[in-house]
């Protein structure tokens, strides 16, 4: 029995804790919520200025007044000249349409990235490119395949894609990733995880143990395969690997698909790789990062980042916080 209060009196402890933190999480959502209110909708910067901006502070503090302020005339020239679409430099121009996707394992983002997919495509023209910054870890199969579902409409409007891995693209977020059509990676950044898992734990003999008996009551013989608190059988281990069997086999077919170059069944073995090692295997095409990329397009062409704010109840910001956290 006292080895049941001291279970008990630890459980106690650890429930304690997750209050605390979901109270914290709570606190410092509505303090943001307060700071910076709740407004959904499209934003559009134009990263050109934006990068103009950053080295005029620079050239103010490097260049002789009368050097900065002569080159400070003709920037600010060329900026209206640019922005009534004047000159033939300017008509020449193209677009680089610049996203932003960071994972999660619900892949959470997926529902501004659609946002985002629709707006460009409501304007896009041939010439027009999008490079998305794609960092994801991987999570759910399925709402990660959605969000390379997006992608897939950029590509079948005709738009060229880059997605460039500037930390982390395994897993769920390699699936997306392989869609690109030029794909790119920091030499440092993690690729690949080309595989499935599913993992919990069992308490049926604890709970055995302290006398609890656990009901669950299914129709169809595999409605539920594996179980937190009921007793787990070997025909429901053998149903649930073949599922991720199968869903591997989707995994390493869309892989294959879209990257004919790389040996498949080399690389899908679940390991992840560095971007150096990546580029050795073909599962990316070169080595560079997002500001290398951005730095050189600005030169002839005009870079906008696009980003959907969507609205997200309260209880859906405290979970994912919460996620977050426990993933960490």
Known sequence: MSEFFGAYGLFLVELATLVAIVLVVVLVLVTNARRVGDREGLTIKHLNEQMEQTAQQLKRVLLPKVEFKKGAKALAKARKARRRGKGEATARRRRIFVLDFKGDIRAAATASLREEVSAILGVAQDSDQVLLRLENAGGAVHEHGLAASQLLRLKARGLHLAIAVDKVAASGGYLMACVADRLMAAPF??????????QLPNFHRWLEEQGVDFEQITAGRYKRTLTLFGENTDEGRQKLKQELEDVHALFKAQVAAERPQV???????????????????????EIRTSDDFLLEAAADSDLYHIAFKRRRPLVERVLGSAESLLSR
Do not use: R
Not at 189 to 198: D, E, L
Not at 268 to 275: I, K, N, R, V
């Open 189 to 198: 950044a993690i690729v690949g995880s080309i595989g499935v898992i599913a």
């Open 263 to 285: 040996d498949i069944e080399h690389i899908a073995t679940g390991e992840h790789w560095y971007g150096t090692q990546a580029l050795a295997l073909k599962l990316i095409d």
